[in-house]
């Protein structure tokens, strides 16, 4: 075919330049395998490096508290609650006031009878006397007695014992002007701490008008 077996074979030089042309191919294609073993060994450290600096920063995990939960605390065990005791009751005593109111001009005289019905002793009892008008600066007030306002006095009684007799208390009392009536209102403001159930008999209102009658409460 006017081909001799010499010309078929490539040159030497000629085979040494395609190869190497074929090497620089091949290592553009694929630079791993083209590199060196020494270049291979340190790749994948420089490759994960890279990747380790490109990644965003991993977010923290949150601090989980180290006490354990409220439910897995050992419960501390029962106190038995103190008994209920009883409160101590009340003395009972029904205090008794009643007497007279006279009025004439602008004296008011009031007489007053206080007694205990019972059932306990009272140590001390307070009465107090409200007046609808106002009494005069200048009084003379029995022992025991003392104005707490312009037309208001308070009396004590002492000491009443249940079925011990009535005390007596007399006042003599002048107001700051004369009028035609005068209304006094009766009652018991302190009785030793003492239960009284009926305030029918010791807390009174009277109408006295001035005639210098008595009028009975």
């Known amino acids: 075919m006017g081909l001799t077996r010499r010309g078929l074979l490539m040159p030497l030089s000629a085979a040494a330049a395609m190869a190497a042309t074929m090497t620089v191919l091949v290592a553009a294609a694929v630079p791993e395998a083209a590199a ?10 420089d490759r994960a490096t890279s990747v380790a600096l490109a990644a ?10 180290a006490a354990p939960a409220a439910g897995a605390v050992e419960a501390a065990p029962d106190v038995p609650a103190a008994p209920d005791v009883p409160a101590a009751a009340a003395s009972a005593a029904d205090l008794a006031h009643h007497g007279y109111v006279s009025a004439w ?5 009031i007489r007053i009878r206080s007694e205990n019905l019972g059932p306990s002793d009272v140590a001390a009892s307070t009465v107090r006397l409200r007046f609808s008008e106002p009494l005069a600066v200048r009084q003379e007030l029995p022992h025991g007695c003392l104005r707490s306002s312009r037309a208001t006095v308070l009396c004590e009684t002492g000491g009443l014992r249940f079925r011990g007799g009535a005390r007596q208390t007399a006042l003599d009392l002048r107001l700051a002007d004369r009028h035609d009536e005068v209304v006094v209102r009766l009652d018991t403001v302190w009785n030793g701490g003492a239960r009284d159930a ?20």
Do not use: K
């Open 36 to 45: 060196s073993p020494e270049t291979r060994r340190e790749a994948p450290a």
């Open 56 to 65: 965003p920063a991993a977010e923290a995990e949150p601090v989980v508290d």
């Open 105 to 109: 001009g602008d004296h008011v005289a």
């Open 198 to 217: 009926d305030r029918t008999n010791d807390a009174h209102e009277v109408l006295a008008p001035a005639t210098g009658d008595a009028y009975a409460f």
